[in-house]
Nanobody, 131 residues
Framework: QLQLVESGGDLVQSGGSLRLSCVVS????????VGWFRQVPGKDREGVSC????????NYKGSVKGRFTISRDNAKNTVYLQMNNLKPEDTAVYYC????????????????????????WGQGTQVTVSS
């Protein structure tokens, strides 16, 4: 069973930066596309970014493009989300999600958003951006 543990959430001022980390254990990260989602109370969880199994494909929610960067280090079984120029509307609990992907789809940066796939989730990390 895959386990994911997020860290790096904090309270920062508007315009600040944070780097979230997601450490994966229980299987080889090489087989998974990994995404970051976020959720605020009373709203649905939304996709923020996804990185493909081979690392060559990425996808971002429109409001974070140009500010957030997703990356992965398979040797460390870790996926990162670098968040720059943070805004109060980025305040949320951020969750890491992994989806095992067939080799034929290794380059797709959309697999994290495939609701038909089995998903593995972390427990979340709180990001709060003050104005």
């Amino acid at each position: 069973q895959l386990q994911l543990v997020e860290s790096g959430g904090d309270l920062v001022q508007s315009g600040g930066s944070l780097r979230l980390s997601c450490v994966v254990s229980g299987d080889t990260l090489d087989y998974y596309a990994v995404g970051w989602f976020r959720q605020v109370p009373g709203k649905d969880r939304e996709g923020v970014s996804c990185i493909s199994r081979d690392g060559g494909g990425t996808n971002y929610k429109g409001s974070v493009k140009g500010r957030f960067t997703i990356s992965r280090d398979n040797a460390k079984n870790t996926v990162y989300l670098q968040m720059n120029n943070l805004k109060p509307e980025d305040t949320a609990v951020y969750y890491c999600e992994a989806v095992r992907v067939h080799a034929s789809l290794a380059h797709s940066g959309y697999m994290c958003f495939d609701n038909s796939a089995q998903k593995f989730w972390g427990q979340g990390t709180q990001v709060t951006v003050s104005s």
